[in-house]
C-alpha cells in the first residue's frame, strides 16, 4: 500500500472552481486582518497612514492606553450584483486593529484625520531634555 498525498488526489481539479469563487471574497484587503500601515518619520514625528477603503468615519476608533496606540476600524457591507440570469448577493462585515508602543512619543498631542479612505495620524516626538550644563562654584 502507498500513501498518496492530497494535492495529487483526483479532487483537486475542484481547486481552480473553489479558488476562483472564494478568492474575490477573502482577497478584500480588509478581510485580510491586515491593516496597511506607512509611517514616516521627520524631526519633529512621525506620521502614520492606514488604508481603510470603505470604512466610515464614525466607525474608527483609535485609543490611548499605557503608552499603547490602537487603531481599530469596523466594516459592514452589502452586496447586490446582477448580470443575465446571475444574481449574486453577498452581506459581510469584519473589523481590524493595530497596536504600536508609543515610546519617545507626547501623547497628548496625538491628532488624527481621515479622508478618502486614509487614517492620518501625527504622532510628535517628545521634546528631547537637552543635557544641562553649568559650573558649581565651591565654597
Given at each position: 500500500?502507498?500513501?498518496?498525498?492530497?494535492?495529487?488526489?483526483?479532487?483537486?481539479?475542484?481547486?481552480p472552481?473553489?479558488?476562483?469563487?472564494?478568492?474575490?471574497?477573502?482577497?478584500?484587503?480588509?478581510?485580510?486582518?491586515?491593516?496597511?500601515?506607512?509611517?514616516?518619520?521627520?524631526?519633529?514625528?512621525?506620521?502614520?497612514?492606514?488604508?481603510?477603503?470603505?470604512?466610515?468615519?464614525?466607525?474608527?476608533?483609535?485609543?490611548?492606553?499605557?503608552?499603547?496606540?490602537?487603531?481599530?476600524?469596523?466594516?459592514?457591507?452589502?452586496?447586490?450584483?446582477?448580470?443575465g440570469?446571475?444574481?449574486?448577493?453577498?452581506?459581510?462585515?469584519?473589523?481590524?486593529?493595530?497596536?504600536?508602543?508609543?515610546?519617545?512619543?507626547?501623547?497628548?498631542?496625538?491628532?488624527?484625520?481621515?479622508?478618502k479612505?486614509?487614517?492620518?495620524?501625527?504622532?510628535?516626538?517628545?521634546?528631547?531634555?537637552?543635557?544641562?550644563?553649568?559650573?558649581?562654584?565651591?565654597?
Amino acid at each position: 500500500m502507498s500513501l498518496i498525498p492530497f494535492r495529487n488526489h483526483r479532487l483537486t481539479s475542484f481547486e481552480p472552481f473553489f479558488d476562483s469563487f472564494m478568492k474575490p471574497f477573502f482577497s478584500d484587503g480588509f478581510f485580510s486582518n491586515d491593516m496597511r500601515i506607512d509611517i514616516t518619520e521627520n524631526e519633529k514625528e512621525y506620521v502614520l497612514k492606514a488604508e481603510l477603503p470603505g470604512v466610515d468615519q464614525k466607525d474608527i476608533d483609535i485609543l490611548v492606553r499605557d503608552n499603547v496606540l490602537t487603531i481599530s476600524a469596523k466594516r459592514n457591507e452589502e452586496k447586490n450584483e446582477q448580470r443575465g440570469n446571475y444574481i449574486r448577493k453577498e452581506r459581510f462585515s469584519g473589523t481590524v486593529a493595530r497596536s504600536f508602543t508609543l515610546d519617545g512619543i507626547d501623547d497628548s498631542k496625538i491628532e488624527a484625520s481621515f479622508d478618502k479612505g486614509i487614517l492620518t495620524v501625527t504622532l510628535p516626538k517628545l521634546e528631547e531634555s537637552k543635557p544641562s550644563f553649568r559650573r558649581i562654584e565651591l565654597k
